[in-house]
């Protein structure tokens, strides 16, 4: 997010009062809720844009005599994903995180302004079939995504537009190369760093989810009313795939369905228990169909009411069956710290043997002792290097953090940053860390990066 504070006396750009009041006379024009936002720095001939977004809510401070501030807070792309829900999206077999999240993404009608997504490392053989119309957001479904990767997803600055999404795939940090910027004491106003047990885990529970998928098409949705559609009506029924055999009681997915055919998928009568006046000719029916639901949109094109007496939909059922779930532990770290527990969910991935080498990856990762970088701040404006920093580096590069008392000489990637800029145009900058050492890989026949255990973790 994005908050402000701003004049709303006559002494701002607009010289006015109530210039950032938006019921007010003298509001700046187009000043509202959903307006645009960029935040734009310049330095040393170079522009960039840190942030982009739109503006969520704002609240000018009452009283004439008071403040005369406004305070507005303003959010970004992944406001917009978390708050647009899944909509008709078809199954897909067979692809990667990136292929998954370039689809989502392209059924929106608000898009991010950029976007690079990695390709991933897994082909995924089903995706989309466990979302819910009337309830999963995008974000749960790109959260999915990247989970069942074991990726990142973020939004982070550029020099043209501000606000692109990024995907990495679980390989692209190990393959970052050097550090692209060094703090050390001269720099760091603050190193936030913590050596606790609660950074130990040293039992991982991998979980992946395979799906059975029927061989043949079955009905997956009938409808369990008879609604009347007046002349020259229309109506909008959506419909949920639920489990041929426990019907309307356990939702599934549904693939290869079956195009909408009068007479055997839909039927209307002149009265509702399927009797009198055949009307179905005087129907026309559009189905939509998606990955969970089907949309009907029929309209009564005859000279009298009719009531749908049959509405269905057919396709082959995909449904999630019991997890499988891998399971590493370390005795010796737990016998000298305790059990400490990490349970990772990967939705998308189906294959034992998956969990199994993330579930390894994952222990050799995180069953030892290490002290971690968790935020290091600095103030952009006291040198050339540090404004430069602040102006380049984002979310997914690499830094260096050196410290004298606790003796910390390593490599951290920005997973996230804080900047606050104070009323003497002071910029703080707080860079949110994850450790380098997490995604060292082993690299075959390099000195200094080849000892097993050593210098370098099993990785997946």
């Not at 603050?190 to 040293?202: A, E, G």
């Not at 309307?248 to 055919?261: F, P, W």
């Not at 009531?307 to 770290?333: C, F, H, M, W």
Request: hydrophobic content about 35%.
């Amino acid at each position: 997010t994005l908050d402000l504070t701003m004049r709303n006396d006559d002494l701002n750009s607009g010289a006015a009062d109530g210039y950032y009041s938006p019921d007010h006379a003298s509001a700046r024009d187009s000043f509202d809720l959903g307006l645009p936002v960029r935040w734009k720095f310049s330095y040393s001939g170079s522009t960039r844009y840190k942030w982009r977004g739109k503006i969520e809510s704002i609240r000018p401070v009452p009283g004439r005599y008071a403040e005369r501030k406004t305070r507005i807070t303003c959010t970004d792309w992944f406001d917009v994903a978390g708050k647009s829900k899944v909509t008709l999206q078809g199954v897909q077999f067979n692809v990667s995180a990136d292929t998954g999240i370039a689809a989502l993404i392209s059924g929106m009608s608000n898009l991010p302004p950029a976007s690079t997504l990695s390709a991933g490392q897994d082909s995924f053989p089903t995706i989309f079939d466990s979302s819910r119309d009337e309830s999963t957001a995008i974000s749960t479904e790109l959260n999915r995504l990247v989970m069942s990767e074991l990726g990142y997803l973020y939004m982070k600055g550029s020099s043209d537009s501000g606000g692109e999404l990024i995907f990495e795939d679980r390989h692209t940090r190990a393959k970052f190369g050097a550090a692209a910027a060094s703090l050390g004491d001269a720099c760091l106003l603050t190193f936030d760093i913590d050596r606790t047990t609660r950074n130990i885990f040293n039992k991982v529970k991998v979980e992946v989810n395979p799906r059975e998928i029927d061989a043949s098409a079955s009905v997956l949705f009938t409808l369990q009313s008879t609604p009347l559609v007046a002349q020259s009506g229309s109506l909008i029924i959506e419909g949920r795939y639920t489990d041929p055999v426990q019907r309307g009681t356990l939702r599934i997915g549904g693939a290869s369905m079956v195009d909408s055919a009068s007479d055997t998928d839909f039927k209307m009568w002149t009265a509702s228990d399927g009797s009198g006046t055949d009307l179905t000719g005087d129907f026309t029916v559009t189905t939509c169909y998606g990955g969970n639901t089907v949309r009907y949109e029929i309209s009564n094109d005859g000279t009298q009411a009719g009531y749908i007496t049959l509405l269905q939909a057919r396709g082959r059922a995909i449904a999630v069956r019991e997890p499988s779930i891998s399971e590493k532990l370390n005795q010796d770290s737990i016998k000298t710290y305790e059990e400490s527990t990490l349970k990772v969910n990967m939705p998308y991935q189906e294959d034992a043997l998956v969990a199994d080498d993330a579930a390894t990856a994952l222990l050799s990762a995180w069953k030892d002792p290490t002290s971690v970088g968790k935020k290091a701040s600095f103030i952009a404006n006291l040198s050339d290097d540090l404004m430069t920093y602040f102006m380049l580096y984002e979310p997914g590069d690499k830094i260096t953090i050196t410290e004298t008392m606790t003796l910390v000489d390593l490599d951290y990637f920005i997973n996230g940053a804080e900047i606050a800029i104070d009323r003497d145009d002071m910029i703080k900058v707080t860079w949110i860390l994850t450790p380098a050492s997490l995604v060292k890989y082993w690299i075959l026949g390099i000195v200094g990066a080849s000892e097993m255990g050593e210098t370098t973790v099993l990785g997946y």
